[in-house]
């Protein structure tokens, strides 16, 4: 598989149930049982009639900042007060093949810097390895420094189908006025970009709903996914999304049982979950997860919100963000 145009729109709507009749798959009335470990999982996508999963919350980076990553995480508990072990700690390829087995049919990167001067170079490295990657969706980032907006517009002209944004590890304020032509010009072009803007699973000097609430007072037509649900603030969050029509939220960590130790789901939140059914993405954080892909697809399911509602989060809507056409093919949409 290769993606090499951008999309110029989003729908925002939901893959009808006859476009994913269409996909080759006969969804079913019921939803089928969870699955217990990851080699369930294609089972699982498979008798909702998906062709597979589109996730739209997954890290590749260069291996010397991988390491250092996990070597963050390996030391959980005295960074975030928890143990953290990593299950996902292969070689790339080993990761790369772990998502094929699980059926994720496209991904991104998700680079993401935490001083100047990286971005650039993270984004050149992310546009080699989609290019090399079969099913990576080019995925780039950005802090605000000087020459951000040109080398911004430099990674939409290479292809970049997603943006990523880390609010609390880059410890900056995303209103911050060097970012308003970033914002701009994602607002223009229609990427994707995902924001770990929420306080959770460790709150920085800028995360919680309101620093992205001013950017998207500026530009209301950004197309946000907000990473992590808003986690711990989910309401404030999902509020967002309801006053702003391309604001979506990925899944990523979202109800798993490490989670609702310390960012438990208000009982109160699965309405508003369904209520805003097209505004879901399917985000896994892989490969820095302490537990199993499966289990985050389960933790999905135990959600009861129906087999239309998880095959739109699933598949149909990550599809439809990045512009892949979730009817019969997964070549791009052609919205250039």
Not at 74 to 82: C, I, L, R
Not at 145 to 166: I, Q, S
Not at 287 to 293: G, H, S
Request: include cysteine; charged fraction near 20%.
């Amino acid at each position: 598989m290769r993606w090499d145009a951008a999309p110029r729109g989003v729908t925002g709507r939901p893959a009808p149930r006859s476009a994913i009749e269409q996909s080759g798959g006969a969804p079913v009335s019921e939803v089928p049982l969870p699955p217990q470990s990851d080699t369930d999982v294609p089972a699982y996508w498979q008798a909702l009639g998906l062709p597979g999963l589109v996730d739209l919350h997954v890290h590749f980076l260069p291996e010397q900042m991988q390491h250092k990553v996990w070597a963050f995480f390996d030391a959980g508990a005295q960074n975030y007060g928890v143990e953290w072990p990593v299950t996902y700690r292969g070689s790339e390829p080993v990761r790369v093949e772990q998502l094929r087995a699980l059926g994720v049919l496209a991904f991104p990167t998700h680079p993401y810097p935490h001083k100047p001067g990286m971005a650039r170079w993270l984004n050149g490295w992310s546009a080699e390895f989609a290019r090399r990657t079969p099913g990576c969706l080019s995925s780039a980032t950005f802090f605000p420094e000087p020459g951000v907006a040109d080398y911004v517009r430099t990674a939409l002209d290479d292809g970049a189908r997603m943006f990523k944004a880390h609010v609390q590890v880059g410890g900056y304020d995303p209103a911050d006025p060097m970012l308003d032509p970033v914002w701009g010009l994602l607002t223009e072009t229609g990427i994707p970009v995902t924001v770990h803007c929420g306080s959770g699973p460790r709150p920085g000097r800028h995360t919680g709903p309101g620093p992205m609430a001013q950017v998207l007072s500026r530009h209301p037509d950004l197309t946000l996914v907000v990473a992590h649900m808003g986690m711990p603030e989910y309401h404030e969050h999902l509020d967002l999304a309801e006053r702003y029509p391309r604001v979506h939220l990925d899944t990523t960590m979202f109800a798993t049982d490490f989670v609702e130790a310390f960012a438990p789901v208000p009982a109160d939140l699965p309405p508003r979950l369904a209520a805003l059914a097209d505004r879901i993405v399917l985000g896994s954080d892989f490969p820095t997860i302490p537990y199993t892909y499966a289990h985050q697809v389960e933790v999905l399911h135990r959600l009861d919100l129906g087999a239309d509602w998880l095959r739109g989060v699933l598949y149909g809507n990550g599809a439809r963000l990045v512009g892949l056409d979730p009817v019969a093919t997964l070549d791009p949409v052609a919205t250039r």
